[in-house]
């Protein structure tokens, strides 16, 4: 398990990084690549859990395309795009559902439908908005990665090694307090780290690594949740050692909109702006 952790992270870690810096529509491309397939994979791990899935090919096609309209919007318009780009998905997929004639579980449908879009799609499109701040876009971005995959480092060794209080047992068995301190502490060294390419008061630092150890951990817990719910293992296996997409990347689901408002209404506002 270790080893083939270890050969996706060798695989794929310089790829993101040569992308990141690349920027524009390799970014973008790598963006929309990792929405699709989360997008797919909740979706599937939804429909495997019914009996009588409410989400049949048609809609899960259509949820994706749907979801792939927030980072392509916020790409070529900004921030300022999401709330009419949000407002335009609920009303195509309530018509779509209006316009399929009264199929089983139409209410559950919508909420999947919804509820993938938003957790996934509309969380994980930040970072392209990170990726876009002037001069220092790219450097955000490797930060918020760094810092958020050194807290889930972090949870796992401390856990691991000294984990005896269990931190939510009814959504993870695996969980302890003892690995979500060591979360904020291994974050915390990361951000401290950063500070060779990223130039923050020390304030500022101290606050993101407890933002990304505390954002990561939350993440990791609301897929438990998810998954828990669903009565499902992991949501793919893409990627060996890890499972799927959501299983790797749901930590940055909290972290990325979190470090980014903190960025800007907090930092933005103390260091006049980046």
């Keep these: ?102 199929p089983p579980h139409s209410e559950l449908s919508v909420v999947l439908s919804l509820g993938g879009i938003l957790y996934i799609s509309y969380l994980f499109s930040y970072i392209i908005i990170i990726r876009e701040i002037p001069q220092m ?45 060591g979360a904020i502490f291994f974050s915390l060294i990361a951000m401290f780290i950063s500070t060779l390419w990223v130039h923050f008061p020390i304030l500022h630092v101290i606050v993101l690594g407890i933002i990304a150890g505390v954002g990561g951990e939350m993440g990791d817990f609301f897929e438990s949740m998810l998954k828990r719910g669903l009565g499902i293992k992991d949501f793919g296996r893409i990627l060996p050692g890890h499972g799927g997409v959501l299983d790797r990347l749901d930590s940055l689901f909290v972290t990325v909109p979190w470090f980014f408002y903190y960025i800007k209404l907090i930092v933005g506002l103390v260091v006049g702006g980046i």
């Excluded at 310089?14 to 992308?19: H, W």
């Excluded at 899960?60 to 780009?85: D, Q």
């Excluded at 949000?86 to 018509?95: A, E, G, K, S």
Aim: glycine share 10%.
């Design 1 to 102: 398990m270790l080893l083939k952790r270890l050969l996706v992270a060798f695989v794929f870690i310089p790829v993101f990084i040569f992308l990141i810096f690349k920027g524009g529509y390799f970014f973008l491309a790598l963006v929309c690549a990792i929405i699709g397939v989360g997008l797919f994979e909740f979706y599937q791990g939804a429909a495997k859990s019914q009996k009588d899935p409410p989400l049949k090919n048609s809609v899960i096609l259509r949820n994706i395309l749907l979801g792939l309209c927030i980072p392509v919007a916020v790409y070529f318009k900004g921030e300022g795009i999401l709330p009419f780009v949000i407002t335009l998905i609920i009303f195509i997929i309530f018509f779509s559902e209006l316009l399929r004639f009264n």
């Design 137 to 181: 876009g790219e450097r955000l971005v490797i930060t918020v990665l760094f810092a958020t995959w050194m807290g889930d480092t972090g949870a796992f060794t401390v856990g691991s090694i000294f984990g005896k209080h269990k931190f939510f047992p009814v959504y993870s068995s695996q969980k302890s307090i003892e690995g979500f301190i």
